[in-house]
């Protein structure tokens, strides 16, 4: 208030913050109350391996259908939860509904669940892991957790000791939106990654933007060299995954497969991409 009076420039710009200060609050509201009803749904997007040409998992991603906007994504929705508290009752709940419906699936296919920055420092992340393997039954080898470097910026010290204590559970971790963040190489060294994610904005410059090219294939060179799996992220042309093919990146996912989906149009996307799958529900 008092910059306000003291500032006159600053009056110009009162009404839109405060109608975002607004409209946040009402976001807030509507997110607990959703946490409490459940108004969530997890939607699964394939990832499709090219050593195998075969769909060889999903990847759970969190929708909210929220009562008057419709879907919100989870970009937006995901920080608030953190702020408010929220995130690590949500994140939770991912792991388990993803964890439910994935030891129903062949036992070639693999779920990767999206931990945040605050799920992954809480106390509770390796308990509720061993809880939603042993829960649904399914093997640790089959849960991956994703996880971006913003983790390993918060918290470098803690993160090792969690990483071991999650690969005794035969769970496998890959770094997501590898290139966006800092120190990238020096994480990759020091923790024990199973799969680098190569960021989507890598992907859609490919065959487009000069230099791109280089630095996926040297990505997808220094994932091989560390022993680690490499997932391109975004996949949308025939010409991005040609150029991914030949590099040699072992695992694609974007809209030229598929969009994420519904947990009840998972049996269609095998189907399309696996021929007759038969064994799923
Ligand atoms: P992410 O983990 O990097 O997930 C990939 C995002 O790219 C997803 O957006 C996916 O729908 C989108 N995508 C996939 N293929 C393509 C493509 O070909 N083109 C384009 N333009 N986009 C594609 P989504 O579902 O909106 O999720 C956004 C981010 O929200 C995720 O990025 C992840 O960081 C976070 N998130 C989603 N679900 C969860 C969750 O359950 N827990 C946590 N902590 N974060 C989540
Ligand atoms: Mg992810
Ligand atoms: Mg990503
Ligand atoms: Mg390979």
């Not at 391996?49 to 259908?65: I, M, Q």
């Amino acid at each position: 208030r008092g910059k306000t009076e003291a500032r006159g420039s600053f009056r110009f710009f009162e009404p839109e913050m405060d109608a975002r200060l607004q409209a946040r609050r009402l976001l807030e509201r509507d997110l607990r109350e959703a946490l409490t009803r459940e108004a969530f749904e997890v939607y699964y997007q394939p990832i499709y391996s090219l050593d195998t040409d075969r769909v060889c998992g999903f990847e759970a991603l969190l929708r909210w259908n929220h009562p008057v906007r419709g879907f919100i994504s989870p970009a937006e929705f995901i920080p608030i939860a953190e702020e408010l508290g929220l995130i690590v009752p949500l994140g939770e709940w991912v792991l388990r509904r993803a964890c439910e419906v994935a030891a129903h699936w062949p036992d070639g296919l693999k779920v990767a669940v999206n931990v945040s920055a605050v799920q992954f420092t809480s106390a509770s992340l390796v308990t509720a892991v061993r809880e939603a393997l042993r829960r649904t039954g399914l093997p640790g080898r089959r849960l991956e957790l994703e996880i971006t470097e913003s983790v390993l910026v918060a918290n470098p010290g803690s993160t090792t000791a969690i990483l071991h204590s999650l690969k005794a559970l035969g769970v496998r971790v890959a770094m997501d939106d590898f290139g966006t963040g800092y120190s990238s190489l020096s994480y990759l060294r020091s923790f024990p990654f199973d799969k680098i994610k190569i960021d989507q904005s890598f992907v859609r410059d490919l065959c487009i933007k000069d230099g791109t090219d280089f630095i996926v294939r040297a990505v997808i060179g220094l994932g091989a060299s560390l022993g680690m799996t490499t997932t391109a992220e975004g996949v949308e042309t025939e010409a991005q995954l040609a150029q991914l093919r030949a590099e040699g990146c072992d695992e694609v996912q974007g809209y030229l497969f598929s969009r994420p989906v519904p947990v009840s149009e998972v049996a269609d996307v095998i189907r399309r991409w696996n021929g007759n799958s038969r064994a799923i529900a």
